[in-house]
């Protein structure tokens, strides 16, 4: 998979980015947001990212992840048109573009699941659903993880399998370049292992990420046949390690994470639409040292969008306490706040770092020195692929969150600030 060897993917919210009203839209809301993306590509190109990372932009009931229609822009970000000129302005630049597959589950709502309700269980589309037809009081569709609004797909049926495997096809072949595969850890890998061969026969060149949070990364890799996973392991210990003072959870977790990249290549990051802002968490320092780990280990990196300017949002487990995390951006860069942009150039600073060093995408670490507040780790390529070189990186929480990163001469590549 040449192209995503050296990926680093700015991740972005749709609705949210776009200004889409989330909750109770109606017609009113409808409009081409989806454009105001286009603004914001050059500035994506300019921090160093190769590709955009994109959640659900297709129709759907609230949130996005509660589709209805995996077909067709959502009308609250625009058309299909206005999706296939984001796909060609992405091209344009050199950036790849990925889409959030919504597999798992659908709206309650979905069209074809209330025909199918209504029609009964021999009804062509009753197959696509997982619904308990004999539950007393009628038939009773199974959920996702506890939500009434999101109805599990029957993963069990081959109509499901080439739904599936059709929607993915569908928009590979109108130009994007892999699929993030939501909740892909709620769905039995043998049901991927069924639809993938088929999509990569389409498409040999698709990459494919599945969100998968806890268990054994390389089984389910291995089992489902998807490219990469979501490294939720290292994503904790980074900005745990960092706000408890405790340096000893990141090094167990980097043992693991070596383990991991023999295996595959994990998707890492520090943020994502699910999780409280990293600057919520750990402050500016903090987040700029969070930063500087997650560039300096073996991964494909995503950056979540606002990040690299330093928002701040805490999630929350109630209505809407994905807001925060989920926030309208303006119509361009120019209209950002002024304090975002040393956060931005030390992106920029580290993304360069990493695209020098190019190795860096399989690279293992080997700690040197550690105790709570103090960590030194080498970074070398795997198996001395590519490059004899190394970095070593110099991590100090003692009075405030302090990183150096050095080539193997002992000469200083960058020093936080």
């Given amino acids: 998979m040449g192209w995503v060897d050296n990926a680093i993917w700015w991740h972005v919210y749709p609705l949210g980015f776009c200004g889409a009203p989330i909750r109770e839209p109606d017609e009113s809301a409808h409009g081409p947001r989806l454009l105001r993306l286009v603004n914001w590509l050059d500035y994506a190109v300019e921090l160093g990212a190769s590709g955009m990372l994109l959640g659900p ?185 960092i706000k408890e003072k405790n340096l000893f959870e990141l090094d167990w977790s980097l043992k693991r994470h070596n383990e991991f990249l023999a295996h595959f290549i994990p998707n890492t990051f520090i943020g994502n639409h699910d999780v409280t802002r990293i600057a919520s968490t750990l402050g500016e320092e903090g987040a700029v040292t969070a930063l500087a780990i997650l560039l300096t280990v073996g991964g494909i990196p995503s950056i979540y969008s606002g990040d690299e300017q330093g928002f701040t949002g805490i999630k929350e487990d109630r209505l809407g306490g994905d807001d925060a995390v989920r926030p309208a951006f303006p119509d361009s860069p120019a209209q950002l706040a002024p304090w975002g942009w040393d956060t931005y150039r030390a992106h920029q600073d580290l993304i360069g770092l990493r695209r020098r060093h190019p190795w860096l995408t399989s690279a293992t670490t080997q700690p040197l020195s550690l105790d709570n507040t103090a960590y030194t780790y080498r970074v070398t390529a795997r198996d001395g692929e590519r490059s004899p070189d190394y970095l070593e990186v110099h991590i100090n929480l003692e009075s405030h969150p302090h990183v150096i990163i050095l080539d193997s001469s002992g000469t200083e590549l960058w020093r936080q600030q």
């Avoid at 798992?104 to 619904?131: I, K, M, N, T």
């Avoid at 199974?142 to 609004?149: K, L, Q, T």
């Avoid at 993938?196 to 089984?219: K, M, S, T």
């Fill in 57 to 241: 932009v297709f129709a759907s009931h609230t949130h996005g992840y509660d589709s209805l229609d995996q077909f067709h822009l959502d009308r609250r970000l625009g058309s299909d048109d206005n999706l296939a000129e984001l796909i060609t302005q992405c091209h344009a630049r050199g950036l790849r573009i990925i889409f959030d597959g919504v597999f798992s589950h659908a709206s309650a709502q979905h069209p074809a699941l209330l025909r199918a309700l209504q029609q009964g269980p021999d009804s062509p589309e009753a197959a696509l659903f997982d619904v308990d037809w004999q539950a007393p009081g009628g038939p009773q569709p199974r959920v996702f993880e506890g939500h009434a609004d999101l109805v599990r797909f029957n993963h069990e049926t081959k109509e499901t399998e080439n739904y599936v495997t059709e929607v993915m096809c569908h928009w590979l072949d109108r130009g994007i370049d892999g699929w993030r595969l939501d909740a892909a850890y709620s769905i039995e890998p043998a049901f991927w292992s069924r639809v993938l061969p088929r999509v990569r026969e389409h498409n040999p060149q698709a990459w494919i990420l599945g969100e998968v949070i806890h268990g054994d990364y390389p089984e389910f890799v291995a089992a489902s046949g998807v490219d990469s996973v979501t490294q939720y392991e290292l994503w904790k210990a980074i900005w745990s390690s």
